[in-house]
Nanobody
Framework: QVQLVESGGGLVQAGGSLRLSCAAS????????MGWFRQAPGKEREFVAT???????YYADSVKGRFTISRDNAKNTVSLQMNSLKAEDATVYYC????????????????WGQGTQVAVSS
């Protein structure tokens, strides 16, 4: 079992930056694909970014060039640096751990965090 706890959410002005962190416990994340998803009220959860055990990264088109995912296996953490934030980025962000669906770069999460809220003011 892997427990994931997100932190770093909050209120930021449009154009500003936030750094989300996800601390894992229970097992090492070393062999897991780690990812960030977000979900707005009434909408489906959507992919934001993933990072493989070999540090290959994937991003949703909507965040490419603005967000950066990273991992620190020694500290058992994964982070999401979010720059140039927009109003449409405001929602709850979730950390996830799992594996890629075979033959794809799509993360199939086995574990989820509880989420952290990001708010963006104009």
């Amino acid at each position: 079992q892997v427990q994931l706890v997100e932190s770093g959410g909050g209120l930021v002005q449009a154009g500003g930056s936030l750094r989300l962190s996800c601390a894992a416990s229970g097992r090492s994340i070393r062999t897991y694909v780690m990812g960030w998803f977000r979900q707005a009220p009434g909408k489906e959860r959507e992919f934001v970014a993933t990072i493989s055990p070999s540090y290959t990264t994937y991003y949703a088109d909507s965040v490419k060039g603005r967000f950066t995912i990273s991992r620190d296996n020694a500290k058992n953490t994964v982070s999401l640096q979010m720059n140039s934030l927009k109003a449409e980025d405001a929602t709850v962000y979730y950390c996830a751990a799992g594996s890629f669906i075979l033959g794809t770069s799509t993360l199939n999460p086995s574990y989820w965090g509880q989420g952290t809220q990001v708010a963006v003011s104009s």
